[in-house]
């Protein structure tokens, strides 16, 4: 082959090496990046954005809420794997992470979607438009609403939100009416032998029954878990924080001999039957997806 003609055959190579890259990532998923772009106010300013994104990686936290607005997912967090809930609708996304850089860029992703803390966010932003989060700087219903900007559905994200709200405080007043407007209820999570006890805005269905129900958690729990979200404590001492309902959120990768010592089944609501087993897997998130099936959870034990 003559010298000047190897510049140009090189160029074809690299064309078609690219081409083909990037048929067989639309092969993976059937959608192709979303060319025409929207300005998303972010935390940390404007952001060029897909107007119609079909390529998105989430690395934390927001996959149900992309689930309900019926945004396509190439790839996700391993959190968000795990959850049964989330199956039928990531079944074709790759589990990733931000350090995950080169897998990132193979999936050819048109937007990445997560939480501000994490590493590698210059590198991401270099792969695709990257909207970041801090947690909790927006409530939790306002939260799927910005995801529903990112993404260019906040109407539809608005009309969810509205919804929710009172369907949840319908059956708060159900609730309540059959329980009493004083009866109290504790969120706690087992983990590496110890309890977590949850305020009203850390997932596990907090959000609902405090937050939109307007249920009370005892005082105890107040005292130590409604500002910082949480609080650790012993195994031991659980029967001094809850009340008279428990929904005792369980991992089958934890140890769960508790539930068979003597000073668990001693406690109250376990006695009365008022305390209701969740997996925690499919109850650790407070995106729209999990927040419809908490809600039908509560529905079902509470009024059962």
Not at 37 to 66: A, C, F, H, K, W
Not at 135 to 154: M, S
Not at 199 to 212: A, C, F, P, S, V
């Amino acid at each position: 082959m003559k010298k000047w003609l190897l510049p140009m055959f090189m160029m074809v190579v690299l064309v078609l090496a690219a081409c083909g890259n990037s048929e067989k990532s639309e092969e993976k998923t059937g959608k192709e990046p979303s060319a025409e772009t929207i300005t998303y106010q972010s935390e940390t300013g404007p952001i060029e954005v897909p107007v119609n994104p079909q390529r998105v990686v989430v690395l934390s936290s927001y996959v149900g809420d992309l689930m309900k607005l019926g945004v396509n997912m190439v790839g996700v967090d391993s959190w968000s794997a795990n959850n049964s809930n989330f199956a039928e609708g990531i079944k074709n996304a790759e589990i990733v992470a931000n350090t995950d850089i080169e897998k990132i860029l193979e999936l050819n992703p048109d937007l990445i979607i997560g939480l501000n803390n994490i590493e590698n966010a210059d590198k991401l932003a270099e792969i695709a438009p990257t909207v970041l989060f801090t947690y909790g700087k927006n409530d939790y219903l306002q939260q799927h609403i910005e995801i529903g900007k990112v993404v260019n559905k906040e109407a539809e994200a608005t009309a969810w939100v509205k919804d929710f709200k009172v369907r949840a405080a319908d059956l708060g007043t159900k609730i309540k009416a059959k329980i009493g407007e004083d009866a109290t209820v504790t969120v706690v999570e087992n983990y590496e032998k110890q309890f977590y006890l949850f305020g009203d805005n850390w997932g596990r269905g907090t959000e609902i029954l405090y937050q939109e129900m307007g249920l009370k958690m005892p005082e105890k729990v107040t005292e130590v878990a409604l500002e910082p979200g949480y609080f650790a404590i012993s195994q031991e001492v659980l029967g001094e924080y809850t009340g008279d309902y428990i929904i005792l959120s369980l991992s089958k990768e934890q140890d769960s001999a508790f539930l068979n010592a003597d000073w668990y089944n001693e406690i109250e609501a376990v006695k009365n039957g008022q305390l209701f087993e969740v997996d925690s897997k499919e109850f650790y998130f407070n995106d729209a997806m999990t927040l419809d099936y908490q809600l039908d959870f509560f529905e079902e034990k509470f009024l059962k």
